[in-house]
C-alpha cells in the first residue's frame, strides 16, 4: 500500500483523475444547463454514445479530429433537439422520455459500428498540448499542465458556465423558466425557446462529451464505451446542487476515485479487484445521499409548461 504514496503514483493518479472529469464535465455542465430551465433529461448517456461514434467515425475516415469533434456536436445537437420535442413540444413524460433517448443512442450507436467498422479500432486521437513555462514546473507541470485540448477545454467550460447562468440575461432567463414558468411567460420571456436552447446546448456538450472518450482519452469506439457514463452525469447534478462549481468538485472526486482504484490494480494491491471498481460508484451514492438533502432544485424541474397554469 505504501507503494500508492510515492511521489510519481500520486502524480499519475492526479493526471488520470483530471482526464477522467472530462467526459463528466461536459455532459454534467450541458445537463446543469438543461435542468435549471426545467427539463430533466435522461437520455445523456445515449447521446453521449452517438457522440463517441460520430466523433470517432468521422474522425477515422476524414483523418480531421476536428470535423469529427464537429459531427459529435451536431449528432448531439439533433439528438438535443429530438428530446425537447418531446419533452417541450409534446409535454411527455420527461423521466421515460430521457430513457427511451438512452435505448435509441445505444442501440442505434450499436447498429452503425457493427455496419460500419465490424470490429473495434483505434485512432490517433488529440495530442496532449503542453502550457508554455506552466507545462515545465518539475512534478506538477506533467500532471496538470500537459493534456489535450479538450481536457482544457472541460475545465474552462466551468467557469464560462457559471459566468453565464449567473452574470448574464440569458442565464437568468434561463434560471427564471425553471423556477417559475408562469412568472418568466408573463414578462414576455419565451418558456419554449429557452427550453429547446438549453435542451439542444446540452446535447451539444454531450456529444463532445462522447467525442472525448474516443478520440481524446480512449482513441477507440466499441459498443456501448460509457457503460452508463451519462447517468452517473446526471447524478452529478444533483450532487452540485446545479452548480457549475458544484458539479466541478463532484467530478472530480469520482474521477479521481476512479483514478485511484485503477492505480489498485496496477500495483497489484491485494484487494477483490470486484471491490475497486465499485468504489467510485459506491462515494457518488453516499455523496447524494448528502447532496440531495441540502440541494433546492428548480421548482418546475421535468414539470411542462401550460400557459395560464399556476
Given at each position: 500500500?505504501?507503494?500508492?504514496?510515492?511521489?510519481?503514483?500520486?502524480?499519475?493518479?492526479?493526471y488520470s483523475?483530471?482526464?477522467?472529469a472530462?467526459?463528466?464535465?461536459y455532459?454534467?455542465?450541458?445537463?446543469?444547463i438543461?435542468?435549471?430551465?426545467?427539463?430533466?433529461?435522461?437520455g445523456?448517456?445515449g447521446?453521449?454514445?452517438?457522440?463517441?461514434?460520430?466523433?470517432?467515425?468521422v474522425?477515422?475516415?476524414?483523418?480531421?479530429?476536428?470535423?469529427g469533434?464537429?459531427?459529435?456536436m451536431?449528432?448531439?445537437?439533433?439528438?438535443?433537439?429530438?428530446?425537447?420535442?418531446?419533452?417541450?413540444t409534446l409535454?411527455a413524460?420527461q423521466?421515460?422520455?430521457?430513457i427511451?433517448?438512452?435505448l435509441?443512442?445505444?442501440g442505434?450507436?450499436t447498429?452503425l459500428?457493427?455496419?460500419?467498422?465490424?470490429?473495434?479500432?483505434?485512432?490517433?486521437?488529440?495530442?496532449?498540448?503542453?502550457i508554455?513555462?506552466?507545462g515545465d514546473?518539475p512534478?506538477?507541470?506533467?500532471?496538470?499542465?500537459?493534456?489535450?485540448?479538450l481536457v482544457?477545454?472541460?475545465?474552462?467550460?466551468?467557469?464560462?458556465a457559471?459566468?453565464?447562468?449567473?452574470?448574464t440575461?440569458?442565464?437568468?432567463?434561463?434560471k427564471?423558466?425553471?423556477?417559475?414558468?408562469?412568472?418568466?411567460?408573463?414578462?414576455?420571456?419565451?418558456?419554449?425557446?429557452?427550453?429547446?436552447t438549453?435542451?439542444?446546448?446540452?446535447?451539444?456538450l454531450?456529444?463532445?462529451?462522447?467525442a472525448?472518450l474516443s478520440?481524446?482519452l480512449?482513441?477507440l469506439?466499441?459498443?456501448?464505451?460509457?457503460?452508463?457514463m451519462?447517468f452517473?452525469?446526471?447524478?452529478?447534478?444533483?450532487?452540485?446542487?446545479w452548480k457549475?462549481?458544484g458539479?466541478?468538485?463532484?467530478s472530480?472526486?469520482?474521477?479521481?476515485v476512479?483514478?485511484?482504484?485503477?492505480?489498485?490494480q496496477?500495483?497489484?494491491?491485494?484487494?477483490p479487484?470486484?471491490?475497486?471498481?465499485?468504489?467510485?460508484?459506491?462515494l457518488?451514492?453516499?455523496?447524494?445521499?448528502?447532496?440531495?438533502?441540502?440541494?433546492?432544485?428548480?421548482a418546475?424541474?421535468?414539470k411542462?409548461?401550460?400557459?395560464?397554469?399556476?
Open positions: 500500500m505504501d507503494e500508492l504514496f510515492q511521489l510519481p503514483v500520486l502524480l499519475g493518479i492526479i483523475g483530471l482526464r477522467l472530462t467526459p463528466y464535465l455532459a454534467s455542465i450541458g445537463e446543469t438543461a435542468q435549471t430551465s426545467g427539463v430533466l433529461n435522461l445523456v448517456d447521446i453521449m454514445l452517438m457522440g463517441a461514434f460520430s466523433g470517432f467515425y474522425g477515422m475516415q476524414s483523418g480531421n479530429l476536428w470535423l469533434l464537429l459531427a459529435a451536431f449528432v448531439g445537437f439533433l439528438m438535443g433537439l429530438l428530446m425537447a420535442f418531446i419533452s417541450v409535454k413524460e423521466g421515460i422520455s430521457g427511451g433517448l438512452q435509441f443512442g445505444l442505434l450507436s447498429l459500428f457493427k455496419l460500419t467498422m465490424g470490429g473495434v479500432e483505434s485512432i490517433a486521437g488529440f495530442p496532449p498540448l503542453k508554455p513555462l506552466l514546473i512534478f506538477i507541470g506533467e500532471a496538470f499542465f500537459n493534456h489535450n485540448i482544457y477545454g472541460g475545465f474552462i467550460l466551468v467557469p464560462l457559471s459566468f453565464v447562468l449567473n452574470k440575461t440569458f442565464g437568468l432567463q434561463i427564471a423558466v425553471g423556477q417559475n414558468p408562469q412568472a418568466a411567460d408573463s414578462l414576455g420571456v419565451s418558456v419554449t425557446r429557452i427550453r429547446y438549453t435542451v439542444c446546448l446540452g446535447g451539444v454531450s456529444g463532445i462529451a462522447g472525448t478520440i481524446a480512449i482513441n469506439f466499441q459498443e456501448n464505451m460509457t457503460n452508463g451519462g452517473i452525469a446526471v447524478a452529478l447534478v444533483y450532487f452540485g446542487s457549475p462549481g458539479v466541478l468538485v463532484g472530480l472526486i469520482f474521477s479521481f476512479n483514478a485511484f482504484q485503477v492505480w489498485l496496477i500495483k497489484g494491491i491485494n484487494i479487484s470486484d471491490f475497486a471498481v465499485m468504489l467510485p460508484y459506491l457518488t451514492i453516499v455523496a447524494l445521499v448528502f447532496a440531495v438533502r441540502r440541494a433546492a432544485q428548480p418546475f424541474l421535468s411542462p409548461f401550460e400557459r395560464g397554469e399556476m
